[in-house]
C-alpha cells in the first residue's frame, strides 16, 4: 500500500536517527536539561513521560530549532543541526515536523492552503500536486470536506487533525507531537489520538511525543523515556515501564497520573 | 445674525473645490501614512541597532514635533535648499510623514499582537522569514489593526485645515477666503463644518464595514 505520509526516502529501520550529546538548556538560572544523552532509532515510536517541567517538551523544542541548546550537540540522521549554520539548519529542519499542543493553524488561510503553503514555498512542489496530497492527508485525517473552511470553523480536535496533515505535507521522517491532545475537550481527543495511531501504524515515520495520555503511550511506543529534572531517569518498552517500573520515582508518577 | 441661504449658494461652487482638495490630501496622506508606518515598524525590528538608532530617532522626533511646524519647515525652508514642491504636495507629503509616525505604532502592536505560536509553526514549516511574514504575520497584523489605522485616518481629516498655513486652499481656506471677500463667515463655515461632521461619519461606516468583512 503506497502511503502518503511515508517519506520518499525513508532511512535504513534501526539505525540511529536523533541524537543527543550532553546537550544542556538553561532559561536564566533554571537548568532544564542537564547534559542529556539520547538517542532514538529510525522508525521508532518514542514516548517522553514524567512531571511537568522535566524538560520533555524542551527535547521537541530544541529538535525543531524554536530553542538553542546552551551546550553540547544535537543530530538528526547523521546531520548536525547544533551547531549548524542557518542554511544548515534550514536543510535538516526539512527532516522534522510538529505538531503543537495549541495547533498554531493559520487563521488568516483556508485549511487547504494551510496545508499546501510549506509543500508549494519550502518544497517547490506545484500547486496542483500540493492540493492533491493534502486532500489525500486530509482523507487520512477524516477531514476531506473541510478544504474550505478557515481553521476558526472548526473544532479543535478538527484543528489539531489539519495540523497533523499540515506536519506530514512536508513528508517528514520524523514527527514531534508536543501534548497534542492537552488543549482539546475531552471528547474530542480519542478522534485526534485515532489518527496518530493509524499513522503510526501504517507508515514508517518516526515519532517522538510528549503525552500526558497513558494508555495512548502504551498502545503506540515501542519505547518509553521517564524524565525526571532533565534526566533520562528510566527507559524501556511500554510493557516494562507501565507494568514493572525499577524507579521509584517513576513509580510515584505514574501512580499520580494512572 | 441672519441667516442668509444666497451666500450659502454662492459658496458652493467655492466649497466644491476646497472638499476636492481636503479629499485627496486625506486619500494620499493616508496612503503614505499606511505604507510609511509599515515600513518604519519593520525597520525598528531590523536586527541591526545602526538601522533601530536612526530610526527610532528620526520618528521620534517627528512625532513630538507639531504638524504646524513641519508643514512650514518643509514649506518655507526646504525652498532655500532648491527644493521646491507644489503647497498641496508639501501638504500631503507633511502629514503623511506625520502620521507614519503615529501608523507605526499601530503595527508595531499588531505585530506583536501576532501569537507567538504562530512563528514557531512558520519555523516548523521551515517557511523562508519573507515568507512568514508576508504569507503569515502581515495578514493576521494587518488585520487587527484596520481600526485603530481607520481613527488616525479620521484625526488626520480634522488635521487637514492646518495645510491652509502653506496657502493650500481645502474647504477651510476656501470658507475663509470667501468670508473675507463677502463679510458673510456664517454660512461658508457652518457649511464646511457639516461637512466634516458627514466625511467623519461616513469614514466610520466605511471602516465597520470593512472590520466585518476582515473578523475572522
Redesign the interface.
Known amino acids: 500500500m503506497k502511503e502518503p505520509a511515508s517519506h520518499a526516502n525513508p532511512p535504513v529501520d534501526g539505525s540511529e536517527l536523533i541524537r543527543f550529546d550532553h546537550v544542556t538548556k538553561r532559561f536564566g538560572s533554571n537548568t532544564v536539561l542537564d547534559g542529556l544523552d539520547f538517542s532514538v532509532d529510525a522508525g521508532k515510536h518514542v514516548t517522553l513521560i514524567g512531571p511537568s517541567g522535566s524538560g520533555k517538551t524542551t527535547i521537541l523544542r530544541l529538535l525543531m530549532t524554536l530553542v538553542k541548546p546552551d551546550e553540547g550537540t544535537i543530530t538528526v540522521a547523521g546531520d548536525q543541526l547544533f551547531p549548524a549554520s542557518e542554511k544548515q539548519v534550514r536543510e535538516v529542519r526539512k527532516k522534522i515536523g510538529m505538531v503543537f499542543q495549541q495547533f498554531n493553524l493559520f487563521p488568516n488561510m483556508k485549511v487547504l492552503r494551510n496545508i499546501t503553503e510549506a509543500p508549494v514555498t519550502v518544497l517547490g512542489m506545484s500547486k496542483d500536486e500540493a492540493e492533491q496530497r493534502a486532500r489525500e492527508l486530509l482523507d487520512l485525517v477524516g477531514l476531506a470536506d473541510r478544504c474550505d473552511a478557515y481553521p476558526t470553523q472548526l473544532s479543535g480536535g478538527q484543528q489539531q487533525r489539519v495540523a497533523i496533515a499540515r506536519a506530514l505535507a512536508m513528508r517528514p521522517q520524523v514527527l514531534l507531537l508536543d501534548e497534542v491532545t492537552s488543549a482539546l475537550d475531552p471528547e474530542l481527543v480519542a478522534g485526534v489520538l485515532d489518527v496518530l495511531r493509524d499513522i503510526a501504524r501504517t507508515t514508517d515515520i518516526t515519532m517522538l511525543c510528549v503525552t500526558h495520555e497513558m494508555n495512548f503511550a502504551r498502545d503506540i511506543s515501542d519505547q518509553v523515556l521517564m524524565f525526571d529534572s532533565g534526566h533520562v531517569i528510566e527507559t524501556g518498552p511500554p510493557e516494562k515501564i507501565f507494568g514493572d517500573p525499577e524507579h521509584e520515582r517513576t513509580r510515584e508518577f505514574l501512580g499520580a497520573v494512572l | 445674525m441672519q441667516w442668509d441661504w444666497g451666500a450659502v449658494a454662492d459658496f458652493m461652487p467655492h466649497f466644491w473645490d476646497g472638499l476636492l482638495v481636503t479629499l485627496q490630501a486625506l486619500a494620499l496622506g493616508s496612503v503614505i501614512s499606511f505604507v510609511l508606518g509599515l515600513v518604519w515598524a519593520l525597520l525598528m525590528r531590523a536586527p541591526s541597532r545602526f538601522v533601530r538608532w536612526p530610526v527610532g530617532a528620526v520618528t521620534e522626533f517627528i512625532r513630538n514635533t507639531p504638524l504646524l511646524v513641519q508643514l512650514f519647515f518643509l514649506f518655507y525652508v526646504l525652498p532655500e535648499w532648491n527644493i521646491t514642491f507644489s503647497a498641496l504636495t508639501t501638504g500631503v507629503v507633511a502629514i503623511g510623514l506625520h502620521y507614519s509616525t503615529y501608523t507605526m505604532q499601530v503595527y508595531r502592536a499588531g505585530i506583536e499582537a501576532v501569537?507567538v505560536?504562530?512563528w514557531?509553526?512558520a519555523?516548523?514549516?521551515?517557511?523562508?522569514p519573507r515568507?512568514t511574514w508576508t504569507?503569515?504575520i502581515l495578514?493576521?497584523a494587518v488585520?487587527r489593526v484596520v481600526p485603530a489605522l481607520g481613527n488616525y485616518v479620521i484625526a488626520m481629516l480634522k488635521d487637514t485645515p492646518m495645510l491652509m498655513a502653506i496657502t493650500v486652499l481645502d474647504m477651510l481656506g476656501e470658507a475663509r477666503l470667501f468670508a473675507q471677500q463677502n463679510f458673510q463667515f456664517t454660512e461658508p463655515l457652518t457649511v464646511i463644518g457639516v461637512a466634516f461632521i458627514l466625511i467623519s461619519y461616513l469614514a466610520s461606516v466605511l471602516l465597520r464595514a470593512l472590520e466585518r468583512r476582515l473578523v475572522?
Do not use: H, I, K
Request: aromatic share 0%; hydrophobic share 35%.
Open positions: 501569537p505560536g504562530q514557531e509553526a519555523t516548523a514549516l521551515n517557511l523562508p515568507r504569507a503569515v495578514p493576521q488585520r475572522r
